[in-house]
């Protein structure tokens, strides 16, 4: 009885073996993954205008002149995802890296003049210092550096930013060339602009303008 019993069993494990083995359990789905915002990521503005100069002309584009001037700023672009901008991410009293990751670069084929700074066409890094006093930027001869690498004895100089707080916050660092229509009848050298900057609650400005 004991052996036709154990035997029973064994049978029924065998059955319930080959069942388990031929109709395999129905896959489970696998657990959703959270969404998650970036650190930061890689921006750029551009102001194109179809002609450069060369000495004292501008030249229409052409294909011997590699093409149109351009101005352009690019940078990391930090996220703020809730966090506290102004005197946090932008801390206060300090150089700020003015974006994330490498530093900002601030490319010209064209000699301009940033707020009062003038520059000669060519590559430059863009930092911000935020006192009690308002915002600066700082514009440094350095380039390819990583955005805390702050060498002083390369600045060229400091542009005044003026400042106003906005109704909607900006959750991400956007920049903005803004350019203006040229005067007409007066040519490319009084092309000029709104160098705009967004982040938190707080918007800062400057002009730009293509040197005559």
Not at 132 to 145: E, F, K, M, P, S
Not at 192 to 204: D, M, Q
Request: with cysteine; proline share 7%.
């Amino acid at each position: 009885m004991h052996r036709m019993l154990l035997a029973f069993v064994l049978c029924s494990l065998l059955v319930s073996a080959r069942l388990t083995a031929q109709n395999p359990p129905a896959p489970q789905p696998a657990p959703a993954t959270p969404l998650r915002v970036a650190a930061s990521s890689y921006a750029s503005v551009e102001v194109h205008l179809n002609a450069r100069r060369i000495g004292d002309s501008w030249y229409e584009e052409d294909a011997s002149l590699s093409g149109p001037s351009r101005i352009a700023i690019s940078y990391g672009q930090p996220h703020a995802r809730g966090r506290k901008v102004e005197g946090g991410l932008i801390p206060l009293d300090t150089v700020w890296r003015f974006g994330a990751n490498m530093a900002t670069t601030l490319h010209s084929d064209l000699d301009i003049t940033l707020g009062d700074l003038k520059l000669t066409r060519g590559d430059y890094s863009l930092f911000v210092l935020y006192t009690r006093g308002g915002y600066a930027l700082i514009v440094n001869r350095g380039t390819g550096q990583w955005g805390t690498d702050h060498d002083a004895g390369k600045d060229i100089g400091r542009v005044a930013l003026v400042s106003r707080t906005m109704a909607e916050p900006e959750p991400s660092l956007s920049v903005y060339l803004v350019p203006d229509s040229p005067k007409p009848g007066t040519g490319y050298a009084d092309l000029s602009g709104i160098l705009r900057i967004k982040w938190g609650t707080t918007e800062l400005t400057t002009n730009w303008r293509v040197a005559p």
